[in-house]
């Protein structure tokens, strides 16, 4: 049901740019695309969300590809609190349920 | 403004024993969730409630009952524990736009 891919993990150097990929081939016309982290020991977090035009944040950027059926979170400078878990998430607004399903999502460390 | 409060934090049980796991928003949210994440695994939908009154089973519901008869307050039992329910319970809490809101977890461990 999660009905998104990412890699299992990726590494970084502190203080680089990091571009998290995600896909989403199956996802509808209605699906938000959302993105949450999890650092060590804490519940998820709220990262960024959109729904076809890239967003920006205090935390981070979306882009959207033009056909919606990848996405990219990327953080401008990437520091060690950023080590984390990072779940991208389709959220369909049609669904009164408002169901969110988290899969295994992509595991970060960031080097000093 | 404390946004989700789950308890008890931490709980060791014995195989067949009953608790109840309480989450409590105070953001007048319409949607709360109950997730459990397994070491090194995501987190799994247990049941979600769409308003007070309201419940309905999610992606693993098998030995577990909820209950929402305050709309700020989602409780998460189980009747008999068993050793395969060891977990970090996460409760969460939605408006219906926006985010989710995360409660810190609660650690459960049945022996």
């Known amino acids: 049901d999660a009905k998104t891919t990412q890699p299992n993990s990726m590494e970084s150097n502190e203080e680089e740019p990091v571009h998290l990929p995600c896909n989403h081939s199956?996802?509808?016309?209605?699906?938000?695309i959302h993105w949450y982290r999890q650092l060590p020991s804490q519940g998820p977090e709220y990262v960024i969300h959109g729904l076809t035009s890239n967003v920006n944040n205090r935390m981070a950027s979306l882009a959207i590809a033009e056909d919606r059926k990848s996405s990219t979170l990327i953080l401008h400078r990437a520091t060690l609190r950023d080590a984390a878990v990072y779940y991208c998430?389709?959220?369909?607004?049609?669904?009164?349920?408002?169901?969110?399903?988290f899969g295994s999502g992509t595991k970060l460390n960031v080097k000093p | 403004n404390a946004g989700v409060t789950q308890t008890p934090k931490f709980r060791v049980l014995k195989t067949g024993q009953s608790m109840t796991l309480l989450c409590a928003q105070d953001m007048n949210h319409e949607y709360m969730y109950w997730y459990r994440q397994d070491p090194g695994m995501g987190l799994r939908l247990i049941h979600y409630s769409v308003g007070e009154g309201t419940t309905a089973k999610g992606e693993v519901p098998d030995g577990y009952n909820v209950s929402r008869l305050k709309k700020q307050n989602f409780l998460l039992g189980l009747e008999s524990a068993a050793p395969s329910q060891t977990s970090v319970y996460f409760c969460?809490?939605?408006?219906?736009?926006?985010?989710?809101?995360f409660g810190e977890g609660s650690r459960l461990t049945v022996l």
């Open positions: 199956t996802i509808s016309g209605t699906d938000y």
């Open positions: 998430i389709l959220r369909d607004p049609r669904d009164n349920f408002n169901k969110f399903y």
């Open positions: 969460a809490s939605f408006l219906g736009a926006g985010e989710l809101f």
